[in-house]
Nanobody, 123 residues
């Protein structure tokens, strides 16, 4: 059973930065592609970023491109999302997700999920 635990959320002013982490246990982390998603109140869960198992390939939603950076450390079984130049519209619960082989950009494509961490950006 793969378990994912996010951390690093909080309240930050617009223009500030946060770094989210996702700790993975229960399986071989380096065999999983990782994704970050977010869900704002009253909205559907949306794709933020994804990274291949090796870290060689990364993908971003247009809304975060140039501001967010996804990374992973296979030796530490963690994935991270560095968020810079935050905007109020980035406010959401952020989730990390994992699956093998494919790197989907839709929530339904992922097999394992964390519980989420809240990010709030004040104007």
């Amino acid at each position: 059973q793969v378990q994912l635990v996010e951390s690093g959320g909080g309240l930050v002013q617009a223009g500030g930065s946060l770094r989210l982490s996702c700790a993975v246990s229960g399986s071989t982390f380096s065999s999983y592609n990782m994704g970050w998603f977010r869900q704002a109140p009253g909205k559907e869960r949306e794709f933020v970023a994804a990274i291949s198992w090796s870290g060689a390939s990364t993908f971003y939603a247009d809304s975060v491109k140039g501001r967010f950076t996804i990374s992973r450390d296979n030796a530490k079984n963690t994935a991270a999302l560095q968020m810079n130049s935050l905007k109020p519209e980035d406010t959401a619960v952020y989730y990390c997700a994992a699956r093998r082989q494919l790197i989907p950009t839709t929530p339904s494509g992922y097999h394992y999920w964390g519980q989420g961490t809240q990010v709030a950006v004040s104007s």
